[in-house]
């Protein structure tokens, strides 16, 4: 299993057996192949599940793929793949691929060769926009900033 299968194996778990968790709480969980370990944060946000998973391509350097993954079927309209903009509320935009997993949810991997910089986005921010050229939709990003040390610390194990 690659990396982003190890991400979207992990993800689509996590989403399929989150219980009702409380807006302000992530749960940190981890996922452990033959392939590697991938770690996630998790939580409900307005109804919908969302999670951020971590993997490290090379336990040597900063490699990695940080995957986000959530239900909102209306930004892909029944397609496969598309490319999704993420702009979070610090001033950050970046464009990466999303897809539809088997299972439904959707799947944005975040591949990266500097971890900190990504990291350091996720923490500055409070709200993340996912837009595709099907519409869009908000994620409170609270409480995340004090959780990522911990998802770090899990993947890296």
Known sequence: MRPIQLIAAATIGLLSAQSAVAAETWTLDSSTSDKGKSCSLSRTDRGRNFV??????????EQ????LAFSE???MKGAKK???????DNGTSESHRIEATPAGP???????????????TFSESQKLTVATRYGSTSFSLDGLA?????????AGS
């Open 52 to 61: 951020v998973t971590l993997a490290f391509v090379s336990a040597a350097n």
């Open 64 to 67: 990695a793929i940080v995957g």
């Open 73 to 75: 079927p209306k930004l």
């Open 82 to 88: 598309a490319l999704a903009t993420l702009t979070f």
């Open 106 to 120: 959707l799947l944005v991997p975040i591949v990266t060769l500097n971890l900190p910089e990504v990291l350091q």
């Open 146 to 154: 004090t959780r990522i040390p911990a998802l770090r610390e899990c």
